[in-house]
């Protein structure tokens, strides 16, 4: 099993965090997003975990409804979007104040071969999407091979 976490700290710029070895290396696993937090674009970060039987992966989102998500799958690829609109308005005399904010975001995943694309199941639950992507074959787990250094 292993389990790829993107973390997200402080407010890198755009070229260090891109060109930055770290950034290159520290990438989700299956994820194409490029730019995932910059320049006010606020993207939720994802956590992929693998068993023998699935891909698990969560999103964290809190403050969305069911309602808002569009998870789809075209040519390998798994898109998560999701769109918020709220508008508030206050009338009191002779005050009035509307507020108006739209909200979205996307992430692609690259999918593996030799998933059940048909078979991937979505829930959203305490502002988690958990998306599970069932493999086709169960891959068992290999046993570990200690390498000796020398």
Do not use: W
Request: no cysteine; net charge neutral; aromatic share 8%.
């Amino acid at each position: 099993m292993s389990l790829t976490v993107r973390k997200n700290g402080g407010t890198p710029s755009l070229l260090s965090d891109f060109f930055g070895a770290a950034s290159l290396f520290d990438r989700d696993l299956f994820d194409m997003s490029i730019f995932p937090s910059r320049l006010g674009i606020n993207v939720p970060t994802a956590n992929i975990t693998e068993t023998s039987k699935e891909f698990r992966l969560e999103l964290a989102a809190p403050g969305l409804e069911r309602k808002d998500f569009d998870v789809k799958v075209e040519n390998n690829t798994l898109t998560i979007s999701a769109e918020k609109e709220e508008e508030k308005r206050e009338r009191q005399g002779e005050y009035s104040r509307h507020e108006y904010s739209f909200n979205s975001f996307s992430r692609s995943f690259a999918l593996p071969e030799g998933i059940k694309e048909g078979a991937i199941d979505a829930k959203y639950e305490n502002g988690i999407l958990k998306v599970s992507i069932p493999k086709a074959k169960e891959t068992p787990a290999k046993p570990v091979h200690k390498i000796t250094v020398s």
